[in-house]
């Protein structure tokens, strides 16, 4: 079956400290990786994907992803976080039209 | 732009009552997504249609139905609500099945 795993529910960093939110996958033949966003009482927005190419993908926001094939991942990074970086992200995988997500992992930037 | 608009913002039902979410997009996108987010559970897809005209299954799709009959609508109906139904539904369109997908700001659906 296909699926997306995000490990960790929960992500604490300090403000200006380097951020990683883990994603690893499970989608037959080539996927299609997308990171969204989504803060309080609001829809997902887009950050970034991967399609094919050049394995680190930069996004919105300062944002960037690697993906791995070996160790099927695409974890999100970015180099220094702040505290506007709160929110809720979520991981996902494409086959055709049907999008697989991540349960979520939520990111609390402290100042 | 509008983007992709829900209707209504929150609702609560009687459980067994019937109800229809209503989204609408005016990106002439034509893919289209319902999903339900859950705690913990992520996004689950419902239904998705890839151009008007045309529906297929997701996920979780039992309970609920859905109809395209042109490009920007897309609503989703709930023929005899149960509890289990309680959730935040998210609308999204995609200009192809490959690109990023674009969310409305949800329906918060309480079933009591």
């Known amino acids: 079956a296909q699926s997306v795993a995000q490990p960790e529910d929960q992500v604490n960093v300090a403000e200006g400290n380097p951020l990683t939110v883990k994603c690893t996958y499970s989608?037959?033949?080539?996927?299609?990786l997308f990171w969204y966003v989504q803060y309080p009482n609001r829809g997902l927005q887009f950050l970034l994907k991967?399609?094919?190419?050049?394995?680190l993908v930069k996004g919105s926001y300062g944002f960037e992803a690697e993906f791995n094939k070996s160790q099927t991942s695409f974890h999100l990074k970015k180099p220094s976080a702040l505290v506007s970086d709160s929110a809720l992200y979520f991981c996902?995988?494409?086959?055709?039209?049907?999008?697989?997500f991540g349960a979520g992992t939520r990111l609390f930037v402290k100042a | 732009t509008a983007g992709i608009t829900q209707a209504p913002t929150s609702q609560i039902l009687a459980a067994g009552r019937s109800m229809t979410l209503r989204c609408t997009q005016d990106m002439r996108h034509n893919a289209m997504y319902w999903y339900r987010q859950d705690l913990g559970l992520g996004l689950r897809l419902i239904h998705y249609s890839n151009t008007a005209g045309t529906t297929g299954k997701g996920e979780v799709p039992d309970g609920y139905s859905v109809s395209r009959a042109n490009t920007d609508d897309f609503p989703l109906t709930l023929a005899s609500a149960v509890p289990s139904q309680t959730s935040v539904y998210f609308c999204a369109s995609s200009a192809e099945g490959d690109n990023e997908q674009f969310f409305g700001p949800g329906t918060r659906l309480t079933v009591l």
């Open positions: 991967y399609i094919t190419g050049d394995n």
């Open positions: 989608v037959s033949g080539n996927p299609y």
């Open positions: 996902a995988g494409r086959r055709g039209f049907k999008t697989i």
